[in-house]
């Protein structure tokens, strides 16, 4: 039985240190990396704590390129943010507009790839593709096909449990599209519109 004790208590001891060795890892692959990274992070977001958003943009790109991509899902999450602040800023610049709207979608995609899935999510990619189609409509009007083939990715992967809002979203631009068709199409795709509709009941 003491054999077994220590046997157990030697394992829990490994799992820990490989526990907390890849946990660091995210942050960096050298020590340095990883304290660079830690500090980045906490500027940002200390700036971000404050509402000091202009100061907190500035520390977000600093964090971005300083970071793994698997470092913090926040990154993302605050990035979408801190990009559509700056949007908010930038009335009459249309080539800082169209560069900030870019960014939000590479931000986007930038969580998708790392944060597929999560401890708490396994299907977070999927939710997070659902918050991109919808930004998308608003920001890329012009993508209709583009937006309306991200928002069916959503909801085929989530299906009863998507978000109301993606549901929404997307037969809005259902809707949108159908109304921009005549004829044979316009009658081809309300016969699509109405099968999405009944397996979305």
Same mark, same amino acid.
């Given at each position: 039985? &003491? /054999?077994? &004790?220590?046997?157990?208590? %030697?394992?829990?001891?490994?799992? @820990?240190?490989?526990?907390?060795?890849?946990?660091?890892?995210?942050?960096?692959?050298?020590?340095?990396?990883?304290?660079? *990274?830690?500090?980045?992070?906490? +500027? !940002?977001?200390?700036? +971000?704590?404050?509402?000091?958003?202009?100061?907190?943009?500035?520390?977000?790109?600093?964090? *971005?390129?300083?970071?793994?991509?698997?470092?913090?899902?926040?990154? !993302?999450?605050?990035?979408?943010?801190?990009?559509?602040?700056?949007?908010?800023?930038?009335?009459?610049?249309?080539?800082?507009?169209? #560069?900030?709207?870019?960014?939000? /979608? &590479?931000? !986007?995609?930038?969580? &998708?790839?790392?944060?597929?899935?999560?401890? =708490?999510?396994?299907? =977070?990619?999927?939710?997070?593709?659902?918050?991109?189609?919808?930004? /998308? #409509?608003?920001?890329?009007?012009?993508?209709?096909?583009?937006?309306?083939?991200?928002?069916?990715?959503? @909801?085929?992967?989530?299906?009863?449990?998507?978000?109301?809002?993606? @549901?929404?979203?997307?037969?809005?631009? #259902?809707?949108?599209?159908?109304?921009? %068709?005549?004829?044979?199409?316009?009658?081809?795709?309300?016969?699509? #519109?109405?099968?999405?509709? %009944?397996?979305?009941?």
């Amino acid at each position: 039985i &003491i /054999m077994n &004790i220590k046997v157990l208590s %030697l394992l829990a001891f490994i799992f @820990i240190s490989v526990f907390s060795t890849a946990q660091e890892e995210k942050y960096g692959a050298t020590e340095e990396e990883q304290i660079l *990274c830690k500090e980045s992070l906490s +500027v !940002y977001r200390g700036f +971000v704590d404050q509402k000091a958003y202009d100061d907190a943009y500035f520390a977000w790109q600093k964090a *971005c390129k300083t970071c793994p991509g698997g470092a913090s899902q926040n990154l !993302y999450i605050h990035g979408v943010k801190l990009l559509k602040d700056q949007l908010k800023k930038a009335k009459g610049d249309k080539e800082r507009q169209k #560069m900030l709207i870019d960014s939000i /979608m &590479i931000t !986007y995609d930038q969580r &998708i790839e790392n944060f597929p899935s999560t401890e =708490n999510d396994p299907n =977070n990619g999927c939710e997070i593709k659902g918050y991109k189609a919808s930004d /998308m #409509m608003n920001l890329q009007p012009n993508k209709i096909d583009e937006t309306l083939q991200l928002f069916e990715e959503s @909801i085929d992967c989530l299906k009863e449990y998507s978000n109301a809002s993606t @549901i929404s979203g997307y037969y809005r631009l #259902m809707y949108k599209k159908l109304a921009s %068709l005549e004829g044979e199409d316009q009658k081809g795709f309300k016969s699509q #519109m109405l099968r999405k509709y %009944l397996e979305l009941e």
